[in-house]
Structure formats: structure tokens, C-alpha cells
T-cell receptor, first 113, second 112 residues
Framework: AQSVAQPEDQVNVAEGNPLTVKCTYSVSGNPYLFWYVQYPNRGLQFLLKYITGDNLVKGSYGFEAEFNKSQTSFHLKKPSALVSDSALYFC???????????FGTGTLLAVQP | DGGITQSPKYLFRKEGQNVTLSCEQNLNHDAMYWYRQDPGQGLRLIYYSQIVNDFQKGDIAEGYSVSREKKESFPLTVTSAQKNPTAFYLCASMDWPQETQYFGPGTRLLVL
């Protein structure tokens, strides 16, 4: 079965430090991978995606993600965290002609000042 | 949240009542999706539509119904058959060349 795993329910990081939010996937075929961010009581905002090409993808608000096919991972990273980055982050994968997204359970990022 | 609107922001359902959640987009996207979000479970797909007058069941379609009579609109009805409707409902639409889904602001459904 196709699935996405976010192994950490919560990640805590100090402002100014680098952050990583982990995501691994299990799909057949070539995955299209996405990261979204959600602030409280709001919809999801698109951050970045990997379709093909360079394994390092740059997105909105200084975030980037690295696609690693051998480890089936797509970790989200940022060199220097901001308090305003505190939110719920979702990894998702799209496989197939119907373009349905399979989501991970989300990781709450808490950035302390 | 772009050009996708959802209304109302909060909705209260009484026992045995059907309620309809609105989703409208002005992005000229062909595909639209409805997801349900519960704490700790991520998002789960309820229904999706890739083109007007056509829609497909997602992973948790039981107790829900949809229609797609116009490209801009994809309303979701939560029927009385849905026994646990309390959740945050998110609508999304997708542009085919970019294959990226964009989400509306959501509707929170509560049961009285």
C-alpha cells in the first residue's frame, strides 16, 4: 500500500538554528512529492514540490527539501528557523493519473525565541 | 488560500440533518478535491472530480455526497448517514500542468 510517514509528531528548534522535518514514503512508480504548511484554523499552503530533476528543491519562505530515492525520503529543511515558522507541516505524495494526494500525519514545528 | 473560497467558516449540524459545504474556485482549474482533517490523522480524501459532471469516491466517501455541475463549484453534502461528522473540511483544486493542489481556508463542522 502506498503511504507517507512523518516519524516525528513534534520538532522543537531554537530560533536561528537549522531545522529538519522528516518524511519518508512508500509508493510504486515515480513519486511526485509535496510539502504543505498549515497555520491554526487555516487551509494548507503549498511550500514546494519534487517532480523530477535536481534532488534539492527550493520553495517558499526559505524552505528547501532534498529528494533521496535510495532512502525514499523527502526531508524539509531551512538553514535558520524563525518563530513565525511555527506551524503544522504535511508531506504528501501524488502517484497515478487521478492525482490523488496521500498525506502524512503531520509534524508540529515549534520554534522557540 | 488563493482563489478558492469555502463557506461557511463554521457549521453546526443537528442530529439527522444534512448540511452542505460550499467550495468555489476562480482559478480555472479542472480538478477539485474534498478532504477531511482529524487531529493526528492527516488529511483523508472524501471525493474528487477531474472534470465537470464527473466525480469519484475517495477513501472515506461513505456518508457524503457531491455534485459538479459547474467548473467553479464543488459542493459537499454531509448526510445524516455520516455518524461522526465533526472535523475540519478542506477543499482543493489543481492545475494540470503544474500538478499542484491549492487549498481553500476550510470549514469546521460541529455537531449540536
Amino acid at each position: 500500500a502506498q503511504s507517507v510517514a512523518q516519524p516525528e509528531d513534534q520538532v522543537n528548534v531554537a530560533e536561528g538554528n537549522p531545522l529538519t522535518v522528516k518524511c519518508t514514503y512508500s509508493v510504486s512508480g515515480n513519486p511526485y512529492l509535496f510539502w504543505y504548511v498549515q497555520y491554526p484554523n487555516r487551509g494548507l499552503q503549498f511550500l514546494l514540490k519534487y517532480i523530477t530533476g535536481d534532488n534539492l528543491v527550493k520553495g517558499s519562505y526559505g524552505f528547501e527539501a532534498e529528494f533521496n530515492k535510495s532512502q525514499t525520503s523527502f526531508h524539509l529543511k531551512k538553514p535558520s528557523a524563525l518563530v513565525s515558522d511555527s506551524a503544522l507541516y504535511f508531506c504528501a505524495v501524488n502517484v497515478g493519473a487521478t492525482n490523488k494526494l496521500i498525506f502524512g500525519t503531520g509534524t508540529l514545528l515549534a520554534v522557540q525565541p | 488560500d488563493g482563489g478558492i473560497t469555502q463557506s461557511p467558516k463554521y457549521l453546526f449540524r443537528k442530529e439527522g440533518q444534512n448540511v452542505t459545504l460550499s467550495c468555489e474556485q476562480n482559478l480555472n482549474h479542472d480538478a477539485m478535491y474534498w478532504y477531511r482533517q482529524d487531529p493526528g490523522q492527516g488529511l483523508r480524501l472524501i471525493y474528487y472530480s477531474q472534470i465537470v459532471n464527473d466525480f469519484q469516491k475517495g477513501d472515506i466517501a461513505e456518508g457524503y455526497s457531491v455534485s459538479r455541475e459547474k467548473k467553479e463549484s464543488f459542493p459537499l453534502t454531509v448526510t445524516s448517514a455520516q455518524k461522526n461528522p465533526t472535523a475540519f473540511y478542506l477543499c482543493a483544486s489543481m492545475d494540470w500542468p503544474q500538478e499542484t493542489q491549492y487549498f481553500g481556508p476550510g470549514t469546521r463542522l460541529l455537531v449540536l
